[in-house]
T-cell receptor, first 115, second 111 residues
Framework: EAQVTQNPRYLITVTGKKLTVTCSQN?????MSWYRQDPGLGLRQIYY???????DKGDVPEGYKVSRKEKRNFPLILESPSPNQTSLYFC??????????????FGDGTRLSIL | GIQVEQSPPDLILQEGANSTLRCNFS?????LQWFHQNPWGQLINLFY???GTKQNGRLSATTVATERYSLLYISSSQTTDSGVYFC?????????????FGTGTRLLVSP
């Protein structure tokens, strides 16, 4: 089944403890992206990747890192999490970049709480 | 940047009723998707519909690209249709590689 898989689905952690949210897709998609969703602010893009080893900042990249060493994986790294990074995170992928008229496929979301 | 407005912001229906949700966007788009966010937070992809009409069971969608709006129709609504419905768009050649989401329509279907 074609899907975007995020792990973990839920995490409660403490300030400053490094964490990684994994994202994997099995559709051989070139484009992958991370969004966060916050009440009143909607969904905002954090980082995106057009292909392996090609990443770029979205609207709210501060406090996050990403890497794209393999086509299928696009992990989101919080080196020193802070409470303002408490949010619902989504990973998305598409066959090509958004200019290529392709739908985006979203993972089920990761709910992060940072105390 | 492109603006996306959805209406109505909130909608309460009795089970079995029909509804129409609207998405207006401020510029031409090459990507338009409708999503349903269920009470567990999952974003379910309903339609990829930059133009034309599509149907999937009780749901259908129409995008009139030249007039910059899209409509999502829900017929014979069920309690499991409750949640938030988002329209999201992308405009080519803007230098941005992201979907721009509307503020959503919150739907509550009561038994």
């Amino acid at each position: 089944e074609a899907q975007v898989t995020q792990n973990p689905r839920y995490l409660i952690t403490v300030t400053g403890k490094k964490l990684t949210v994994t994202c994997s897709q099995n559709m051989n998609h070139e484009y992958m992206s991370w969004y966060r969703q916050d009440p009143g602010l909607g969904l905002r893009q954090i980082y995106y990747s057009m292909n392996v080893e090609v990443t770029d900042k979205g609207d709210v990249p501060e406090g996050y890192k990403v890497s794209r060493k393999e086509k299928r994986n696009f992990p989101l790294i919080l080196e020193s999490p802070s409470p303002n990074q408490t949010s619902l995170y989504f990973c998305a992928s598409s066959l090509r970049g958004l200019g290529a008229n392709q739908p985006q496929h979203f993972g089920d979301g990761t709910r992060l709480s940072i105390l | 940047g492109i603006q996306v407005e959805q209406s109505p912001p909130d909608l309460i229906l009795q089970e079995g009723a029909n509804s129409t949700l609207r998405c207006n966007f401020s510029d031409s788009v090459n990507n338009l998707q409708w999503f349903h966010q269920n009470p567990w937070g999952q974003l379910i992809n309903l339609f990829y519909i930059p133009s034309g009409t599509k149907q999937n069971g009780r749901l259908s969608a129409t995008t009139v690209a030249t007039e910059r709006y899209s409509l999502l129709y829900i017929s014979s609504s069920q309690t499991t249709d409750s949640g938030v419905y988002f329209c999201a768009v992308h405009r080519r050649n803007t230098g941005f590689q992201k979907l721009v989401f509307g503020t959503g329509t919150r739907l509550l279907v009561s038994p």
